[in-house]
């Protein structure tokens, strides 16, 4: 497949396919979008509407009418702006909620530094689309909130409660452990600060940005093992032997874009073997070929293909293919994931997205939702565009 073909199958596929299916899930009666569909297609117009799942798509319709340029698609990430400004932020005590009801009420009250991350992501993103100053205002107000109230001498802290008093961080821990910080929350503050400096030139966004990749450097990374560390205590001692495939993928080109964002060249001599390192183990060791499996605990690798992983498999050997175009081997792994994609975790239903996992063989896990909380459009739609603005040019 040449450098055109998948820029056009990316776009082909966003535009014929991703893009419709979210846009049919638009609630014009309560604002918003539906938060739950089923395997069966069935949507529950009554789910809760997680924040994070809002935010996403914001950011979705946003990105989408910057590359397109539908003016219809403004008026998608305008729906979800409402929505957010009006029912996802606590007007009393600051902060985005977890969760809201259908109808926009509070439910799940917890400030997880994860979800302000991702209002701000959104919110930039927002304002670059609409020219709109006061979704640069919000961004820059959760900026501040993160920065005085959930991070501490040490890194940035998960959960707190809905007057910012510590929680437990039950929603970022996984595989049996209760993680004081986590690399997952860290990487998506960077990947909201990167987009917030991007449009803003915020020098104390800037600051905080060098400081997070010297946190990658110094406390996330693994040398030895030449992975990343997932789950930690309040010291950044890690709780688990877990290689997280899916997150070593996305990692490896998400610093690679805030390197560029900033333009420091000595900060880029330091991280950027980082990045290559990631890149490279994952193929000798995980890769086999046509897609990732998403973690391996202890040794035993889950072999299942998650929806998410395979689109930030995509783009993290197509960014190493860029930074070395003398290794074949990256372009033809992100072909090949791309193949697998189009073949087996896209939805092949009439009116359908894509299956949350699949086999390694291809055969969708019946049962799991298609849209939920976690379920959205950033990872297989921010693949598709960053596929045609990369290759773009290239055509």
Not at 59 to 64: E, L, N
Not at 245 to 254: A, F, K
Not at 272 to 295: I, K, R, V, W
Request: proline share 4%; with cysteine.
């Amino acid at each position: 497949m040449t450098k055109k073909q998948l820029a056009q199958e990316a776009s082909a596929h966003l535009r014929e396919r991703i893009i419709p299916f979210w846009r049919r899930l638009r609630d014009d009666i309560y604002g918003g979008y539906y938060g739950y569909v089923d395997y069966d297609l069935h949507v529950n117009r009554e789910a809760e509407k997680g924040c994070i799942l809002n935010s996403r798509i914001v950011w979705f319709f946003s990105r989408c009418f910057l590359e397109l340029g539908d003016p219809e698609l403004l008026h998608e990430a305008e729906h979800a702006f409402r929505f957010m400004r009006e029912h996802c932020f606590d007007t009393e005590h600051g902060g985005v909620y977890w969760s809201v009801t259908f109808a926009g009420d509070p439910l799940d009250t917890t400030k997880h530094t994860y979800n302000q991350a991702f209002s701000i992501y959104a919110l930039s993103e927002y304002y670059e689309a609409s020219g709109d100053p006061k979704a640069l205002d919000l961004a820059m107000t959760q900026f501040q909130l993160i920065e005085s109230r959930m991070r501490d001498e040490i890194g940035y802290l998960e959960a707190l409660d809905l007057r910012f008093r510590p929680a437990v961080n039950d929603k970022l821990s996984e595989n049996d452990v209760v993680a004081d910080r986590t690399m997952n929350t860290l990487l998506h503050v960077f990947e909201a600060y990167t987009n917030l400096y991007r449009v803003s030139k915020s020098e104390p966004v800037k600051e905080r940005l060098v400081n997070i990749l010297r946190d990658f450097a110094e406390k996330i990374w693994n040398p030895e093992k030449r992975r990343q560390e997932v789950f930690f205590d309040s010291c950044f001692h890690s709780l688990l032997d877990l290689y997280s495939y899916g997150h070593d993928i996305e990692t490896s080109w998400l610093l690679d874009r805030g390197l560029e964002v900033l333009a420091e060249p000595e900060l880029k001599a330091q991280i950027a073997p980082l990045t290559d390192a990631m890149a490279d183990n994952l193929l000798a060791a995980a890769y086999d070929g046509h897609s990732l499996p998403a973690e391996c605990e202890r040794g035993v690798v889950k072999e299942n293909r998650v929806w998410w992983v395979q689109a930030e498999t995509v783009l993290g050997f197509l960014n190493a293919a860029q930074k070395h175009p003398e290794r074949e081997e990256y372009w033809q792994a992100a072909v090949s994931t791309w193949e697998f994609i189009r073949d087996h975790v896209a939805d092949p239903r009439e009116g359908a997205e894509w299956f949350w996992e699949v086999t390694k063989e291809g055969k969708p896990i019946q049962g799991r939702p298609v849209v939920e909380p976690w379920k959205c459009p950033y990872h297989n739609g921010r693949m598709c565009l960053e596929v045609m603005r990369r290759l773009g040019a290239e055509q």
